[in-house]
């Protein structure tokens, strides 16, 4: 009798195993979609950073990323402005983004290509705006030099 209740059991718990059903990746690229800004100073230098970030495809976001260099030294002020084109971020999960791609960038008019790499976070602030971290690294060509800095980029 045992094995007869044993013997149903496990053909009862064999029976109940669910299929794995392929679910439909979801799209969440929209929850980034919007205008960002940040603004550094690190003594009489400032940049200010601004973000327009569209939904490219399912997961694939695309960054017009504008920084604006204020360089001031001696009485006399210095502008640059680079420009990015991110159009290969993709979209990890509902709070993160990756970025690594060598990405176009118009430094003062001239065209050039620089790596850019990154994992942005998106959360929100206790005034329930949201805002992206994330940790930049730009690479140059051959990777003569490169930069990392961690920013906070909040919504308009």
């Known amino acids: 009798m045992k094995k007869l209740i044993i013997c149903c059991l496990i053909?009862?718990?064999?029976?109940?195993?669910?299929?794995?059903e392929t679910?439909?990746?979801?799209?969440?690229?929209?929850?980034?979609?919007?205008?960002?800004?940040?603004?550094?100073?690190?003594g009489t230098n400032s940049t200010a950073q601004d973000w327009k970030v569209t939904s490219l495809?399912?997961?694939?976001?695309?960054?017009?990323?504008?920084?604006?260099?204020?360089?001031?030294?001696?009485?006399?002020e210095i502008k640059s402005v680079e420009i990015y084109k991110?159009?290969?971020?993709?979209?990890?999960?509902?709070?993160?983004?990756?970025?690594?791609?060598?990405?176009?960038?118009?430094?003062?008019?001239v065209t050039k290509v620089r790596k850019v790499e990154a994992?942005?976070?998106?959360?929100?602030?206790a005034a329930n705006k949201s805002n992206i971290g994330?940790?930049?690294?730009?690479?140059?060509p051959g990777g003569a030099s490169s930069m990392s800095d961690f920013l906070i980029f909040k919504k308009k």
Do not use: H, M
Not at 11 to 20: A, D, E, P, T, Y
Not at 23 to 32: L, Q, T
Not at 57 to 74: D, M, W
Not at 86 to 109: H, M, P
């Open 11 to 20: 053909v009862f718990i064999g029976s109940c195993k669910s299929k794995k």
């Open 23 to 42: 679910e439909a990746d979801p799209d969440y690229s929209s929850r980034f979609v919007g205008d960002y800004w940040t603004n550094t100073v690190n």
């Open 57 to 76: 495809g399912k997961n694939l976001l695309g960054i017009n990323y504008t920084i604006n260099y204020t360089f001031r030294e001696q009485g006399k």
């Open 86 to 109: 991110l159009t290969k971020v993709t979209v990890v999960d509902s709070l993160t983004f990756r970025i690594n791609e060598d990405a176009e960038l118009s430094d003062d008019g």
């Open 119 to 125: 994992d942005g976070v998106r959360y929100t602030d």
């Open 134 to 140: 994330i940790t930049l690294k730009f690479t140059d």
